[in-house]
Each structure stands twice: as structure tokens, then as C-alpha cells.
């Protein structure tokens, strides 16, 4: 009787064995262990397919039982061989084929070609250009309600920093042979000033009150040669100053023009010197004491056109010890722009004597538009004007000023004119400044030097007249309101001297000055400035000339108290 079969598992199909492979032995493999030629035994071809199962990445073996590439097999009397995978066949067969399978292409095409999907692209693109053009038109009314920038004037290089005189070279390098080629060393210090030209000599060649024997365009063999003035003008420029060359002819004598009657050799003896100095770079050219020239106004108009005929970029300046507002004005008006007036105005007793307000204003307003200059005198010393104790208080004033501010070497350090030794080759007036380096600039027979009183000393020194000087220039160079801001006075009460400088959307600054001997409480009125140079109630401090307050402290402009001979400089932000 046939063995019952055995009960059929409802979740388990034994799949019919694949029939067996054969396998070909390489040559010097060993005979099988049952001696067959060649054929694998069968137990070994099951064995050998479940060890590739086996080997197979989990994700890798077959996991659907339609696939036929797993089964469940039952080997010798129902026992499962290692690395049998039983599968268990879904009770709904059409679920397990129903997979997704995504959309093909024509499928995508139709749906994205019906009705609803064309209204939703449709929806979305014109919203998109809504969103630009309305953003488009903002950008629009932003630009169009923006203010407006002011137009820059036209700026040369002597409407953006300080000039700097040095009249004598061996002043200026006592012990150092004072020569134009020991000029070259100092090129550094005069661009931590960060001033814009040097102004030079007188450096030619003078035979005292010898017209004939004057010559301009010859450099006094005491000072060097040709070649090394070419080479103080290279290294110059390098720095980026510029070099104006003091060609005042009789610059030994007692008449700085000789006498009246030889006015037309000298007159044609400039007219040489000036192409000639032209020719060889120089950027500019200064004459002093225009005063005792007969017919000034008609020979500085037509130096000033020899001048310009080369480049706009050169400079004419012309000296005057006048501090009379109307023979000013006579030089002022019958030349262009193009020249400076350096003057005396600002050491006129008057300005002691009066309030600086009033003198201040009415030069300002008498040579507008013209650009102007800032000096106390066409070639002397600050503290051969005013005491010490306003030295920074007339620095402030001139770097604040509208106009080109001029200085005398040694100014930045508060020289004292002292009397040059005999052994100077040069015949110099009696009393020039002689530079303090160090403490050792002097001769000997002038006695020890404080070293406060030098270069060296007041170099790191905060608060010091050199700090003070090399922060109002920096300020002055970079500050478009100081530049070529508008200028408004600001009554503050007696003894105070305030205006403000602004220039369109810029940084504005309130300049207060106290030139008196007394505390003084400011008192601003603010009822007379325009609406662009209005003041806010607090402002922050730039600078004070007096020690005691700090740099970047924000002050109440009302009832602000000021320190005897102190300035500030206090700035504020532009407010649309």
C-alpha cells in the first residue's frame, strides 16, 4: 500500500528541484571522492547552489516566489538544507502584482496636457511676473524718491590736503649738512603729515641785491645741483607730494624785486625761470612780498598763464604781508583760481581784538566763490603769532576752514624761531626756525633741548602738538565735509567762535573754538542755519585741544562747557 502523502502546508510550495548542472573540472583538478569522471555528484550541485544563495548581499537574494529564483526545497526525509529561503505566498495574488510602476511618458503627457493642471501653470506664471514688475517698481520709486547726490566739484591736488613751507634747508636739517640730497630722508616724516606739496627755498642762486648776478634757474652750489634737486622731485613724487618751488628773485636783499627801475630784467628773467623749472616737473611756483612788485596783479596774471599753459595741475602762489581785506582782494580779483594768496590777515591785531566770528565770516564771503587759503603770514612761524597756549586751537582752525591750509615747518611741533650760528653758509634773516629733531638738533652753545619740545618727543606722545596736527590733517584729507563742505556760522554766546561744516550726505562737523582765558558755557542758536545744517542734541567727540576728555564720547550740545583756549570737533551722521 502507497505511503500517505504528507499534509500539504497551506503557506509553504516546494518548488520542483532545477535539474542538475554539469560542471567541468579543470584538468589538474583530483577525481571527486565517489570516482565519477567528470560529473559532480548530485548532494554537491545542492550544496553548491546553496552556498551561492548564501553568499548573495541580503538585498540581493530573492524575495518573490513568482520569480522562480528562490524556493523552499525539502532535502533528505524533510529537513531544510542551509540557506533554503521559504516564501510565503500572498493569499491575493493581484495585490502582490499590482506594484506602481510610475507613469510612463505618454501618461505624463496626459495628465499635464488636461484642463486643471494647464490653469495651475497658467495661475502660477502670472503670478510670478506680478511679483517681478511689482518688485521692478518699487526699486523704481525708491530711486526716483532717493535725494539726489550733489555734484563734486572739480578738486585739485591743492584742495585736498595741506602745503608745507620749507623756506631754509638748513634750518630745517640742522647738523645733517642741510643739502637737497639729506632732503630725500625726510620724505617719510612729511607724508605722516599727510600733507599734499612742500613748498620750497628760495633755492636759486642770489647775489644780495645783484639783478645781473641773480640767477633763477641755477641752483646755489651750497644746496647741491641740478641732479639732486631731479632726484628730490622723483622721490617726492613717489610719496605723492608735490613739489612748488619759491622763486622770489631777491630773496637776500633788502627789496625782494630788486628796485623799481630794473623791474623789466626781472620780469624777464621769471618769465625764463618759470619755462625753464616747468621743463623740469616742478608743480608749482611761489613768489613772496607781491606787495613791493610794481604792476603785481598784471605780472601774476601772466606768470599764471605760463604756468597753466603746461597743466591745470600747476600751482601759483603769491605772498603778501598785508592784512588789509581790500589790497587782497585787488591781487584776488585780477587772477583766477588757479593761484593761492597766502596773506597776514589772520595776525591782524584786529583779530585779537575783535570777535573772530565776524573776520572770519566776512573773508569767507568776500572771496567767494574763490578757493582761498589759510595762513597767519606768507612765510612765518604760528608761535611768532600767538602764544602756545592757542597753538592747537589755530590748528583747528586752519584744517577746518574752507580753503587750502598753510604751514610752516616746524609749526606741527610748536617751534620757537631761534637764531641760526654763524657757520651757515647761507645768508638767512636773523631769526629762522630751526627744525628740533631730537635733543640734539641745537649746537651746543644753545643749551640743552626739552625733548617734549622735539620731533622724537612729541611722536608717540597723545595729545602732543605733532598728534594733534597729524590727526587734524588726516581728518582734513579724508572728510569730504572738510574738504569742500558748506560753511555756517553758529552764534554759541560771547568768546566762542563755532561753525559747522557739511557737504551733502556726509559725516557733518560742529567746530567750536574758545579763545578766551575764561570757562565758557556754549549757548548754540540754531534758529539762522538751514535746514541741511541743522544740529542734533548730542554729538560725538572727535577731538579737544585741552587734555581730560576722550575721544568718541558722545556730548549734550547744549550748555556744553569750554576749557580756556579750547577747541573741539565734534561730529554727527547725516539724517535724510
Request: hydrophobic share 40%; net charge negative; aromatic share 8%.
Amino acid at each position: 500500500m502507497d505511503p500517505a502523502p504528507p499534509e500539504s502546508s497551506a503557506d509553504v510550495v516546494s518548488a520542483p528541484r532545477p535539474p542538475p548542472v554539469e560542471l567541468t573540472r579543470p584538468a589538474d583538478q583530483c577525481p571527486s571522492a565517489g570516482g565519477d569522471s567528470g560529473t559532480m555528484s548530485h548532494d554537491a550541485e545542492v550544496d553548491l547552489k546553496e552556498v551561492e544563495l548564501n553568499e548573495l548581499e541580503p538585498e540581493k537574494q530573492p524575495m518573490n516566489a513568482a520569480s522562480g529564483a528562490a524556493v523552499a526545497m525539502a532535502v533528505s526525509g524533510g529537513a531544510e538544507k542551509n540557506g533554503l529561503v521559504k516564501i510565503k505566498v500572498a493569499d491575493d495574488e493581484e495585490t502582490a502584482a499590482a506594484k506602481f510602476t510610475g507613469l510612463s511618458k505618454e501618461e505624463l503627457l496626459k495628465v499635464a496636457g488636461s484642463p486643471g493642471w494647464v490653469r495651475t501653470r497658467w495661475a502660477l506664471l502670472v503670478l510670478f511676473w506680478l511679483g517681478w514688475l511689482g518688485m521692478l517698481a518699487g526699486a523704481v520709486v525708491i530711486i526716483v524718491q532717493a535725494p539726489r547726490c550733489r555734484e563734486l566739484p572739480i578738486q585739485r591736488w591743492w584742495h585736498k590736503g595741506a602745503l608745507y613751507r620749507i623756506a631754509d634747508i638748513q634750518a630745517f636739517l640742522p647738523g645733517e649738512g642741510g643739502k637737497l640730497a639729506d632732503l630725500k630722508g625726510h620724505l617719510n616724516y612729511l607724508s605722516s603729515l599727510k600733507v599734499k606739496g612742500i613748498v620750497l627755498g628760495p633755492i636759486h642762486n642770489n647775489l644780495k641785491d645783484d639783478v645781473l648776478g641773480t640767477n633763477l634757474g641755477q641752483i646755489d652750489p651750497a644746496l647741491g645741483s641740478k641732479e639732486d634737486f631731479d632726484s628730490l622731485l622723483q622721490s617726492a613724487k613717489k610719496k605723492s607730494i608735490r613739489v612748488i618751488l619759491d622763486l622770489t628773485p631777491n630773496y637776500r636783499g633788502q627789496n625782494s624785486w630788486f628796485l623799481p627801475t630794473e623791474v623789466n630784467v626781472v620780469t624777464t628773467k621769471m618769465k625764463r625761470a618759470l619755462e625753464f623749472w616747468l621743463q623740469s616737473g616742478v608743480d608749482g611756483f611761489q613768489v613772496r612780498n607781491v606787495e613791493n612788485l610794481t604792476d603785481a596783479s598784471l605780472f601774476l596774471t601772466e606768470w599764471q598763464n605760463i604756468t597753466q599753459s603746461v597743466s591745470e595741475e600747476r600751482l601759483l602762489i603769491a605772498g603778501t604781508d598785508s592784512s588789509n581785506l581790500q589790497e587782497i582782494l585787488e591781487l584776488l580779483n585780477s587772477t583766477s583760481d588757479a593761484m593761492l594768496l597766502t596773506s597776514s590777515y589772520l595776525a591782524s591785531p584786529k583779530f585779537a581784538k575783535e570777535h573772530p566770528t565776524q573776520l572770519v565770516t566776512q573773508y569767507v564771503n568776500a572771496t567767494s566763490p574763490r578757493w582761498c587759503s589759510w595762513t597767519l603770514s606768507q612765510a612765518g612761524l604760528l608761535t611768532s603769532f600767538v602764544p602756545a597756549s592757542l597753538l592747537q586751537l589755530y590748528q583747528l582752525l586752519l584744517f577746518t576752514l574752507p580753503g587750502t591750509p598753510v604751514f610752516t615747518s616746524g609749526d606741527e611741533i610748536g617751534l620757537q624761531a631761534a637764531a641760526l650760528p654763524d657757520r651757515v653758509l647761507l645768508a638767512v634773516p636773523v631769526c629762522v626756525p630751526v627744525m628740533l629733531w631730537n635733543e640734539s638738533s641745537l649746537p651746543s652753545t644753545f643749551g640743552l633741548v626739552n625733548v617734549s619740545m622735539t620731533v622724537k618727543g612729541q611722536d608717540s606722545v597723545p595729545g602732543s602738538f605733532l598728534s594733534v596736527f597729524r590727526k587734524l590733517s588726516d581728518k582734513r584729507v579724508k572728510e569730504r565735509s572738510l574738504l569742500h563742505g558748506d560753511f555756517y556760522t553758529v552764534s554759541s554766546g560771547p568768546g566762542l567762535f563755532s561753525y559747522v561744516r557739511h557737504w551733502d550726505q556726509n559725516q557733518r562737523f560742529l567746530v567750536m573754538l574758545n579763545f578766551g582765558d575764561q570757562d565758557v558755557t556754549a549757548k548754540l542758536e540754531t534758529s539762522g542755519l538751514p535746514a541741511s545744517a541743522s544740529l542734533p542734541a548730542k554729538a560725538e567727540l572727535v577731538l579737544s585741544t585741552q587734555p581730560g576728555r576722550k575721544g568718541g564720547t558722545s556730548l549734550a550740545l547744549q550748555q556744553l562747557s569750554l576749557k580756556p583756549h579750547e577747541g573741539l570737533l565734534l561730529g554727527y551722521p547725516y539724517v535724510a
